[in-house]
């Protein structure tokens, strides 16, 4: 069993606070995607107007998806948050995919790819050459030419930092919790600041419909869910706080309050700094701008303004990876506990009491994925299979509704049933206009998530032998 009879999982201990579960689900949500997809959005939104107002549905419907994460969160506050509510909805198969999908792919790839952003936000305070520290060409069957194999400088940084955040998440959630709360303080005081100055400072620009509003004339709902993909890879990261809900002090409470104010917060910061964007540049500069948030701190700032939002940035992603090892080793955790991986990633660290053996099995592997490169390649199929297990997730709070109408919820969703459909139907749009725009990465996302179930039928087959064993020895005793 994953819990005891007090409902708190055995060897974890409660140490998160209502600051820091808040800190988490705004840590986990803002990351590098608000400096940088903007511009992305404007392109297929066509005008000021439409871009805020995208924010603000992407920031409604994440709103909406937290009630039902708070609901969930409240009634089954467990290590594993989705794989613990996917499984008591709608069956052990489903939770196990998601945690598949979470632990291989999701946690690792992320978290290279923020170690290794973070390093190229440090090169640019620390202007260095690229120094090639090893180099080799490996063969490859059916390919004419080798694997270029190469490990730079900034690699073995990258993998430095990793190893630094897994320390740091080994030796306590208590201690975890305060460095978390350290760095998303850090974090959204930088980016008010950078909101308060551009809005004080920076003149109103034209916010008219540019030309590239045509894009949106042929389909207005393709061309809004097309804008809405950005946004909903900025929002990413609002779900995360279930994962260590065992370990979350007063979870009944403190899991709602912190989910619903954490979503609030970072809504409220995206549109504002959106804001910022159009008072100090133009609709048509913030389309065709690579970097936004530098060109417009550039604007009124000058370098040196863009060497302290370089600065934001970089704590912005240092508390994004932190959260990461805070939350994706508890998901692993929760799975090797019921059997359903191997059992090292069980152990409890006896000292700390922190899943020290998910800790260095996502560490060792986010290592791994910096060091050969390959993190980019997995990092791309993330969105829709995030999305079709938020549409799973709502599916499955509705089930345990009505399966388990006698099962105790703290806190129920506000507006049920109809927040948890916009939330799901939400996630069948996204989903649905990603297939239609990336229709290869999907289907190889899609591929990657089954692909878990052989692994899910061994697992499942090797715990039920262990019961009926652990069963005949007893009945003979």
């Not at 922190?354 to 980019?376: D, R």
């Not at 089954?450 to 262990?466: E, M, T």
Request: proline share 4%; aromatic share 12%.
């Amino acid at each position: 069993m994953l819990t005891t009879e007090n409902g708190m999982a055995p060897g974890l201990k409660r140490g998160l606070g209502v600051w820091s579960a808040t800190a988490i689900v705004i840590g986990a949500t803002i990351g590098m995607s608000i400096f940088l997809v903007t511009s992305e959005v404007a392109r297929d939104a066509g005008s000021a107007q439409r871009v805020l107002l995208v924010w603000l549905v992407g920031g409604v419907v994440v709103l909406f998806g937290a009630f039902c994460y708070a609901e969930l969160g409240a009634a089954l506050p467990q290590a594993g948050g989705d794989y613990v509510y996917l499984s008591r909805g709608l069956g052990s198969l489903w939770g196990f995919l998601f945690g598949w999908m979470t632990v291989l792919i999701q946690k690792p790839a992320t978290s290279a790819v923020v170690a290794a952003g973070l390093m190229r936000f440090v090169r640019f305070l620390l202007p260095s050459t690229r120094v090639f520290v090893f180099t080799s060409q490996i063969p490859v069957p059916f390919r004419t030419q080798p694997y270029q194999f190469n490990v730079t400088e900034d690699q073995l940084w990258a993998a430095a930092l990793i190893i630094g955040v897994t320390a740091i998440n080994y030796f306590g959630v208590r201690t975890a919790g305060r460095v978390q709360i350290a760095l998303t303080g850090l974090k959204v005081a930088a980016v008010v600041i950078i909101i308060v100055f551009g809005l004080m400072f920076g003149e109103v620009k034209e916010t008219q419909v540019s030309p590239l509003s045509s894009a949106f004339a042929p389909g207005i709902i393709g061309a809004f869910l097309t804008a809405l993909v950005p946004v909903m890879l900025a929002y990413n990261g609002f779900s995360h706080l279930g994962a260590v809900g065992a370990e979350i002090v007063n979870p009944e409470k403190n899991i709602p309050r912190a989910a619903i104010l954490g979503v609030v917060l970072v809504v409220s910061l995206y549109v504002l700094m959106n804001i910022f964007y159009f008072r100090v540049i133009t609709f048509s500069q913030v389309a065709a701008s690579q970097h936004v948030a530098s060109d417009a701190v550039v604007r009124f700032a000058g370098e040196r303004g863009a060497r302290w939002l370089t600065t934001a940035m970089i704590v912005s992603a240092l508390g994004t990876l932190h959260v990461g090892f805070l939350t994706g080793p508890r998901i692993l955790y929760a799975m090797a506990a019921n059997g359903q991986f191997f059992g090292f990633a069980k152990r409890i660290q006896p000292s700390y009491r922190t899943p020290s053996g998910a800790l260095l099995f996502q560490g060792s592997l986010s290592v791994l994925l910096v060091l050969t490169g390959t993190f980019q390649d997995l990092y791309s199929l993330e969105i829709f299979a995030i999305w079709t297990f938020f549409l799973l997730t709502a599916v499955a709070l509705i089930r345990l509704r009505i399966k388990e109408p006698e099962l105790i919820r703290p806190y129920r969703a506000w507006g049920y049933p109809w927040t948890p459909l916009v939330f799901a139907g939400a996630a069948v749009a996204l989903t649905t206009n990603l297939w239609l725009l990336r229709p290869v990465r999907s289907s190889i996302g899609l591929g990657v998530i089954l692909l878990g179930v052989p692994f899910f039928r061994y697992w499942h087959k090797r715990a039920a032998d262990s019961a009926k064993d652990a069963h005949a020895g007893s009945a003979s005793d």
